[in-house]
Each structure stands twice: as C-alpha cells, then as structure tokens.
C-alpha cells in the first residue's frame, strides 16, 4: 500500500518538475543569470510550503502512517557542504538538473539524460571509494 | 487532463513540491531527498566492496520506487507536452546563450548540446558525462541536493542546508560564467 502511494507521488512528482520547467535547461540558466523570477519562485515557495506544513505537522504533533512520531532528519555539517555543495553545482550549472530531474528527463525521452544519470551514479560510486581520503 | 499539457507558472509548482516534505515524512517517516537514491542504485546493483555502500539499502527500497517513478512521470509529461507552446524563457538569457554558441532553442533542452550525437564531441562529453559525475560526486559529499538540502532542510531551518544551498548556487555560478562559455566553444 505504501510503495503503491509513493509510486503515484513519485511519478506525480515527475510531472510537476516536467510541466514546471523545473526541467528546463533554459530555466536554469536564466536562474543563474538573475534574469527570471521562475525558479527563484518555484524554490522559495516550495520551501514556505514545507516549513508551514512541517510546522503544522509538529504543532498538531500528527503520526506517521507506521503511527511512530515525526522525526525530522538532521543535516550534518562539515568540510563536505561546502566542498561537496559546489563541485554539485557546478554539475547543476553544466547539465541544467539537479538529481529530481535528471530522473525526469531520462524518462521523458532525452537519452542524453539516461547518460548523464549513469554519470551520476558512477560520481556517486566514485566518491564512495575515495571518501575516507576527503577532508570532512 | 489539460493541465498537463500546459506549462505551469511557479506559485503552482513550488506549492506543489514544497507538499512532499510533509508527505513523505507521513507516509514512510523519512525525508524529502532524491540523490541518496544514487548511493542505492550503487548498493543494489553495483555491489562495492567499500564501507559507504554496507548498508541496509532495501530499507529504503521506497526510495528507488519513487525515483523510478518520476521516470514515469516525465515520460507522460513529455508526451503530453511535446505539442505545448514554448514557455517564455528570459529573452536576456536566450541571446546571451545564442552568442555563445548555443542554436537550438525550440525544445527545454538545447538539442545541439545533449544529443546522442554531442555525446561523441568533448563539448557534450563535458556537459552530459562531466556534469552528471559532479552532481553524483558533489551531492553525496554534501549530504544532499536541491531536494534533501535546499528545500526539506531550509523548511527544517537546518543550517548545514542553507550553507549547502549558498555552495550549489556558487556552483552553478562558476559553471555559468566560467565554465559554460568556455565549453561552448569547444
């Protein structure tokens, strides 16, 4: 029952980043040239939405559907962040997709993307062998 | 259906994204993030022997589904989409991206840099192969992306998040004014 719910959010989901240009090479572009208001909304509100309804969700004190409380995860914060942070976006700023869409693009029928998903995984593949050797 | 053959503007998409950060925490009591379904991917079908992918992955066998999913998803979308006007993308942007080299403008993705084809030229080797390895490199390095980091942990108020978020922008900066033009000309 849960997975067949997560499988219809999931390709829900993938809609959404698709009709919302949340895809869009384009519109990641014009976010990192401050020329357009579209992604800043798209993240800005996503981010309002969360919030309140986390908010709401811990006020209410709500359970989750295996009746455990909600815990909310922690980040870590290291050397990792910051480092980790930039070398992802400057693969964001090349291939235009974070990793959401680049599961939407694979899908949606640019086999470029089916590359650059591989491509992915093989970086996160990498950074698992070499990880002990990074600074924290 | 319309709907989905029609662009949507931001306050209908980031609402709409924002709902999963309560959604999953709901439905399997974890958080809003998709990159750590790399790491999965990894565990599950490429098996190294490293201590980062021991892990109980099929835990989290959620995880894979849901991505998995949004495969599906943009599938639809695409189709559905493929006859829908172009959405008006910041004039600025498309003819400082023309001057750089870039000609295909009638699709979400430029067709003459991530093709089938540019996959046999540096330039589209760098962008498709050298951009994805950063994103699979860099997100687990950092714990997270646009989704686990800038949207779940702001909502969360976590503060590595927003230190995350400030880096990938930084990211993306070096890329578009450093890199991007640099690579177009390749």
Known sequence: MVYFIVMLLGIFFGMILTNGEVTSWFRIQEMFRFDSFHMYGVIGSAIVVGALSMLLIKTIGVRSMQGEPVVIETKKLGKGTAIGGIIFGIGWGLTGACPGPLYALAGCGYPAFLIALLSAVGGTLVYGLVRDKLPR | ?186
């Open chain 2, 1 to 186: 259906m319309e709907i989905f053959s029609s662009f949507w503007p931001w306050y209908v998409t980031g609402p709409l994204i924002g709902l999963y950060v309560p959604a999953l925490y709901l439905l399997v009591n974890r958080h809003f993030g998709i990159s750590s379904t790399f790491r999965d991917i990894c565990a599950a079908f490429i098996r190294p022997s490293a201590r980062y992918f021991q892990y109980d992955w099929k835990a989290q066998r959620w995880r894979l589904v849901f991505v998995a999913a949004i495969a599906i998803g943009g599938f639809l979308s695409g189709g559905t989409l493929a006859t829908a006007p172009q959405a008006q993308v910041s004039a600025h942007t498309l003819s400082v991206l023309s001057s750089l080299g870039v000609k295909d403008f009638s699709s979400m993705i430029p067709a003459d840099l991530f093709s089938w084809g540019s996959l046999l030229t540096l330039r589209g080797i760098l962008l498709i192969a050298g951009g994805g390895f950063l994103v699979g490199f860099g997100t687990r390095y950092a714990d997270g992306c646009t989704s686990g980091h800038s949207i779940h942990g702001i909502a969360t108020f976590q503060r590595a998040s927003v230190i995350a978020t400030i880096c990938f922008f930084l990211g993306g900066l070096i890329s578009t004014y450093l890199l991007l033009p640099f690579i177009l000309k390749l």
